[in-house]
């Protein structure tokens, strides 16, 4: 156990729909970081934050917006869904920016 | 960040000891070594890392060439529970920079044989 907790676990969903998926980082760590992991893509980077403020994006569709709120968890919000989006979403969590980033459970997202 | 190499599978049996390697020739000289592992479609697990120094813990060593080209992750005791993959990836720590994704490559799957 990481420490980081996902919720929920499974998700399924039709297209065009919206979701919202939560993170909670382990205690005392200020950064959060979302990943996708897809059987055609693997394991990507979707964006990081560091105490409530975006850091950084990778390859994050404009569909998908993100936040970390003042009690440091996170959500993921993924709208107008598609069947590519289907796929494990991770969350991880670090004490600070560059320090070793531990993962949670993952959500599994399944767009029918 | 640098590239990595790795094979894509490799055996071992269960109680001997398994020997990952992975290449990174164009690591540069602020760039740390880390490994991470995954087990079937849970989410990756951090397991060591380090710069230029052998570390070790709880769960491996880590052997990094004098030139920090290449690297071995060593599971001294191999157990089935270790069947998974094993990612190495090469980043900047704390460099004042502003993103520290971790970019995954296709890692090596360690089967752990009874």
């Known amino acids: 156990d990481s420490g980081v907790t996902q919720t929920p676990k499974h998700l399924i969903t039709a297209t065009g729909q919206r979701v919202t998926l939560r993170c909670s980082p382990r205690s005392g760590d200020l950064s959060v970081y979302w990943y996708q992991q897809s059987l055609d893509q693997g394991l990507q980077f979707l964006i990081q934050?560091?105490?409530?403020?975006?850091?950084a994006k990778g390859n994050i569709l404009e569909r998908f917006s993100a936040q970390q709120f003042p009690d440091l968890h996170s959500e993921l919000n993924l709208s107008s869904l598609e069947l590519g989006d289907s796929a494990l979403y991770f969350c991880?969590?670090?004490?600070?920016?560059?320090?070793?980033?531990?993962f949670g459970p993952g959500t599994r997202l399944t767009v029918l | 960040d640098a590239k990595t190499t790795q094979p894509p599978s490799m055996d071992c049996a269960e109680g001997r000891a398994a020997n990952l390697p992975c290449n990174h020739s164009?690591?540069?000289?602020?760039?740390?070594v880390y490994w991470y592992r995954q087990i079937h479609s849970q989410g990756p697990q951090y397991i060591i890392h380090g710069l230029k120094n052998n570390e070790t813990n709880e769960m491996a060593s880590l052997i990094i060439t004098e030139d920090r080209k290449s690297s071995t992750l060593i599971l001294p005791h191999a157990t089935l529970r270790d069947t998974a993959v094993y990612y190495c990836?090469?980043?900047?720590?704390?460099?004042?920079?502003?993103?520290?994704?971790?970019?995954f490559g296709k890692g090596t799957l360690l089967t752990v044989n009874p």
């Open positions: 990836i090469v980043r900047v720590k704390n460099s004042g920079g502003s993103n520290y994704k971790l970019t």
């Open positions: 164009t690591i540069s000289g602020n760039e740390y």
């Open positions: 934050y560091y105490n409530g403020e975006e850091r």
């Open positions: 991880a969590s670090s004490v600070a920016l560059g320090d070793e980033q531990f």
